[in-house]
């Protein structure tokens, strides 16, 4: 099977940018969309990003950091085959795998609209934690942020079919990396003291 052709992005949004840019460089298939506030920052924040649920739940947690911090926020997403429909042969593949990707980065697009920071949304085919980790060499980001799949059963699958991001990040990578747990995930409960 071939690669499919880079995908192509709708433009970023943010609050007010003073300056707005898309690049598409060729030999790495890798897509920016740039949204920049008004006070270049001084520190940088890179949230590792898919449509995963735990991926929705960092995406407020790192847009929150980075507005505390006022950092620029580089939200990162590898595209792999799950970006794509599962039938390589239906006429319109690559139609669809565009709609995936676009609707993706709109969301984040307007995830982010309403806060007061500048974001980058960055796309392009490889390994996630590979990716995470050249964004945040060129950024020269404070952290790298990801959502976690919990634990359970499901995430024990999840890890033999698929790499844990966050594992392959701490194990090579000397930038702190913030793991935010999945809100859905029950709390401890904590036991009462019993009267005597």
Partial sequence: MTEPPPPTLPPAS????DHTSDTIESTSHRIRRTAEPATPPEVHLVLGYDRSDFSEAALPVAADLAR???AHLHV?????LSDYPIDPDSADWEAQAQHALDTQQQRVADALADRALGWSYHAWRGDPVELLAAVAEETDALMIIVGSRGE?????????LKRSVSHGL??????PVLVVPDPAREKPTTAEPRAT
């Fill in 14 to 17: 943010g609050p007010s940018p």
């Fill in 76 to 80: 990162v997403h590898g595209i792999d």
């Fill in 170 to 175: 701490i194990a090579h990578q000397r930038r």
């Fill in 68 to 70: 505390r911090l006022r």
């Fill in 152 to 160: 359970g059963l499901g995430s024990v699958f999840d890890r033999i």
